[in-house]
Structure formats: C-alpha cells, structure tokens
C-alpha cells in the first residue's frame, strides 16, 4: 500500500479524502469541458429558441460484430416506418468473417438510403457526421434494436427537441428495465394529444427517477435530439466508442431532465440485448445467441425472423429468444 492509500484510509474514517496532483488538474480539466459545454448549450437555447427547424432528420445506427441483428434493424426499419430518413451506419468489424458479413450486407440493402461507414476513428466520424448534416434533428440507434410497429418517422417534426425529446423507445408496454432487472412504473403523463392520428404521452424526464428508463433523455437508442445542442455536446466530452459516448453524455444531464419527454401509446423500437460486444461496462443480456454463432448463422445464410416481433409487447421482445428463416 503506497503512503497516499494508506493516508486516505486513516482520513477516510473522518470523511477526507487527498488526491494526487495529475488526479486534480484531471478533474478540473473535466469540469472546465462541462462549465464550457453547458454555456454552449445554453448559447444554442438562444439562438434557437425564435426560430422554425427544419424539416429534415438524419439518424446513426452503431454496429459492431452483429450483420445479423443489424440485418433485423434495417430490415424493420424499411417494414415498419413510413417517410423514413437516410441512415448511416457507422460499423467495426473485428474479423474477416464480420467483415465479410458487412460486405454481403451492403449488397442486401444496395438500392436503400444507407451509408454503410468502417470505423476508423469513432469520434470524429460522430462529429464529421453531425456537422455535415444539414438536418436539425438527428437521432441514434444500435444495431441489437428492432422496430415493433409502425409509425411515420415524420412525427418527430411535431415536437421541439429543446423542450420535448421525443422517443421511440418508450409506451404503456415498458413498465420494466432490463438493463436494471427491475420493474418500473410508467410516470402520470402531465398531458396527452392526437396527432396525425396517433396518442402522444407527454411527462417530465425528472419526475420519475425510481423508473430508470423513463428518467434517461440522454440516450443513444431512438431518442430524437437538436443537431446543434449534440454537436456542443460531442465538443465537450470524450469517447470512443458507442457506450462511452452515451456515458459521457451523462455529464449534461442535469440540462435535459427538466424537459418533457413524449411517446407514442405502445413502444415502438426495443434493445434486444442477446449478447454483448464491448466490454466497457458489465450490461446485462439475455445470453441466448453470442455473436460468434449468430455469425455462423449468417454464414449458414440464416436471417432473423423479425416478423415475429411485430406487434410484441416491449417487455416480452426485449427477453426473446430470436427464430431464424433461410435466407
């Protein structure tokens, strides 16, 4: 034990605590990228805040080692949702065998609006990505999703990304977390609307903390965000990968909990979380198929049958076990 633990463990017994030189001017350094981050944001809340966005939206999907859950994605995607966007698909393959996999992919989906993109360099190919779109809302997905219903992806032009972040990923149906193992309660909806035919839910991200899912704006999984408020934010914060850049995101939650969050009746995009491929941080999955033999799958020119899923409840899709068809 070197002298600081050992000093730290007799002062810890009175609450103090020492840290070594490099460990403050770290911590200073992140909460000057914070303080500037946040006058940012605030500086767009200004600018943006009289005048009318645009009309066009722009996503990015995640994927990495998963063709064959990213082959059920799109494919819903195409099913399910009306007046879609184009999508670019930032993807890693960490073998000849994923990689190939990619290949026959692209090929599967040539004549639709994807933009498959080999990772080279995670951040700025996030970055580059949201300074050239020329859309003001933007959102995320990961590649072990799946749309369960349909729906116009143009309803998310209803609502205003500085007060209200719409998402895809929340209904009636997610009443428990998995990545908590626990269940949870829906919040009272502070209001509820029909537009172009559809209920929409309406609640505040911060008045339910005991339901986690219904408590976290800041996600990478079907939320629909301003373009210009992530870019400040992607300035601000490092990552390098798809979990540490929603981690890091975090650091600005307290700008976004406040606002309202809406959702359709029903779920409409679930996490499917069958196997994992990173391990930065220790996510529950279900552990049906690992991604080794959902590749050997593929290579048997096996595809998720995601016709399945359509109409499942959210809780019951997200713990299922995957059927397979030939290709």
Same mark, same amino acid.
């Given at each position: 034990?070197?002298?600081?633990?050992?000093?730290?463990?007799?002062?810890?017994?009175?609450?103090?605590?020492?840290?070594?030189?490099?460990?403050?001017?770290?911590?200073?350094?992140?909460?000057?990228?914070? @303080?500037?981050?946040?006058?940012?944001?605030?500086?767009?809340?200004?600018?943006?805040?009289?005048? !009318?966005?645009?009309?066009?939206?722009?996503?990015? #999907?995640?994927?990495?080692?998963?063709?064959? !859950?990213?082959?059920?994605?799109?494919?819903? @995607?195409?099913?399910?949702?009306?007046?879609?966007?184009?999508?670019?698909?930032?993807?890693?393959?960490?073998?000849?065998?994923?990689?190939?996999? @990619?290949?026959?992919?692209?090929?599967?989906?040539?004549?639709?609006?994807?933009?498959?993109?080999?990772?080279?360099?995670?951040?700025?190919? #996030?970055?580059?990505?949201?300074?050239?779109?020329?859309?003001?809302?933007?959102?995320?997905?990961?590649?072990?999703?799946?749309?369960?219903?349909?729906?116009?992806?143009?309803?998310?032009?209803?609502?205003?990304?500085?007060?209200?972040?719409?998402?895809?990923?929340?209904?009636?149906?997610?009443?428990?977390?998995?990545?908590? $193992?626990?269940? =949870?309660?829906?919040? #009272?909806?502070?209001? !509820?609307? =029909?537009?172009?035919?559809?209920?929409?839910?309406?609640? #505040?991200?911060?008045?339910?903390?005991?339901?986690?899912?219904?408590?976290?704006?800041?996600?990478?999984?079907?939320?629909?965000?301003?373009?210009?408020?992530?870019?400040?934010?992607?300035?601000?914060?490092?990552?390098?990968?798809?979990?540490?850049?929603?981690?890091?995101?975090?650091?600005?939650?307290?700008?976004?909990?406040?606002?309202?969050?809406?959702?359709?009746?029903?779920?409409?995009?679930?996490?499917?979380?069958? $196997?994992?491929? !990173?391990?930065?941080?220790?996510?529950?999955?279900?552990?049906?198929?690992? +991604?080794?033999?959902?590749?050997?799958?593929?290579?048997?020119?096996?595809?998720?049958?995601?016709?399945?899923?359509?109409?499942?409840? +959210?809780?019951?899709?997200?713990?299922?076990?995957?059927?397979?068809?030939?290709?």
């Amino acid at each position: 034990m070197n002298i600081i633990r050992l000093i730290n463990k007799i002062l810890g017994r009175f609450g103090i605590q020492i840290k070594k030189c490099n460990s403050l001017i770290n911590e200073r350094a992140l909460l000057d990228l914070k @303080y500037d981050g946040a006058v940012a944001i605030f500086n767009i809340h200004k600018r943006f805040e009289k005048l !009318q966005l645009n009309d066009r939206i722009d996503g990015m #999907v995640f994927s990495k080692d998963r063709a064959m !859950q990213l082959h059920a994605l799109l494919s819903t @995607y195409i099913k399910n949702v009306n007046n879609r966007c184009p999508l670019v698909i930032l993807y890693k393959a960490s073998n000849y065998k994923s990689k190939s996999a @990619y290949e026959s992919l692209k090929i599967e989906f040539v004549n639709e609006s994807f933009t498959f993109l080999e990772e080279n360099g995670f951040y700025n190919q #996030v970055k580059n990505w949201l300074n050239d779109s020329r859309a003001d809302r933007i959102f995320f997905m990961t590649d072990d999703a799946i749309f369960l219903d349909s729906f116009d992806l143009r309803t998310a032009l209803f609502f205003n990304p500085l007060d209200t972040i719409f998402s895809l990923t929340k209904g009636y149906d997610l009443t428990f977390c998995f990545t908590h $193992n626990i269940d =949870q309660e829906i919040p #009272v909806f502070t209001k !509820q609307d =029909q537009l172009d035919n559809n209920n929409f839910n309406y609640w #505040v991200w911060n008045s339910k903390p005991g339901s986690p899912d219904w408590s976290y704006p800041l996600s990478v999984d079907g939320n629909f965000f301003l373009k210009e408020e992530m870019i400040q934010i992607i300035k601000h914060i490092p990552f390098s990968n798809p979990n540490t850049l929603e981690s890091s995101m975090q650091v600005f939650l307290s700008l976004f909990k406040g606002r309202q969050g809406v959702c359709f009746d029903k779920v409409k995009l679930i996490n499917i979380p069958c $196997n994992l491929v !990173q391990n930065d941080f220790k996510n529950r999955s279900t552990g049906h198929f690992t +991604a080794d033999e959902l590749q050997t799958l593929w290579d048997d020119g096996k595809r998720i049958d995601f016709n399945l899923f359509k109409g499942k409840d +959210a809780t019951e899709a997200e713990q299922a076990r995957y059927e397979f068809i030939d290709l």
